[in-house]
């Protein structure tokens, strides 16, 4: 193992309720304690009950400190695996988060518009498509609200899985490429990666699933809200 994390200074830090989740081993987190080493990141996780399972791209790990199964919902951070190890495993990738929350039951009818997203965020929306189940929104503001040095600009996402409900929200350092186009591209791939994992581990779900609310507020509130936690 190297001496140092050749990523540490190019890494994301979270702030506020993920403050402290990617400080590297020896640093100190928001209350002022050292950060104790980490456990190896997950290159997989099954949410939900195994509903809905849950990787990241090449490179890219799930943080085992923030996964989170219940069942009918779950939530996951996806960021380097290098930068999640300390430099232990992995090679170099652009740095970003990824937030995965599976939330209520639900069908296509249910998701939300580029709009809809934007407006349950209190955001302006930059750009954005609804296309094949799969919605995204550009958003003006809220991106350095979750990420430390990140790029105000950040993207949400949302998808039916097995009969839940998925939000995804990507985080990225300011000017990223993340933050424009290539942050949808980006959501795209976890959300293939997702199907394709999930589908393999559940039998085909009706896509209308259970009784839930139409889109409004108060249900992608669940998945939005303003602390990206379940």
């Known amino acids: 193992m190297p001496a140092s994390n050749p990523d540490a200074d190019k890494g994301p830090r979270a702030k506020g309720p993920l403050a402290g989740l990617l400080a590297q081993p020896g640093e100190t987190d928001a209350s002022g304690q050292t950060r104790p080493r980490m456990p190896m990141p997950l290159a ?3 949410l939900a009950g195994g509903d809905v399972v849950v990787a990241g791209p090449e490179g890219y790990c799930l943080d085992p400190k923030t996964v ?15 930068i999640l190890s300390g430099g232990a495993v992995g090679t170099w990738a652009e ?38 189940g799969f919605v995204t929104a550009n958003l003006d503001r809220g991106g350095d609200t979750i990420l430390e040095g990140g790029d105000q600009r950040h993207w949400r996402g949302a998808f039916v899985q097995n009969g839940h409900l998925v939000g995804l929200a990507l985080y990225a350092p ?19 990666q997702i199907a394709t994992l999930s589908l393999q581990a ?29």
């Open 44 to 46: 997989k996780a099954r």
């Open 68 to 82: 989170q199964s219940r069942p009918g919902r779950g939530f996951a951070l996806i960021a380097s695996c290098r």
């Open 95 to 132: 740095p970003m988060l990824i937030t995965v929350t599976v939330g209520p039951k639900g069908a296509n009818d249910d998701l939300p518009s580029p709009e809809a997203l934007a407006q349950a965020t209190g955001a302006a929306l930059l750009g954005g498509e609804s296309s094949a």
């Open 174 to 192: 300011k000017d990223s490429a993340f933050a424009a186009q290539q942050g949808g591209t980006m959501l795209a791939r976890v959300k293939a």
């Open 202 to 230: 559940a039998p085909a779900r009706t896509t209308r699933g259970t009784a839930a609310p139409g889109p409004n507020k108060g249900l992608f509130g669940r998945l939005f809200d303003g602390k990206d936690l379940p």
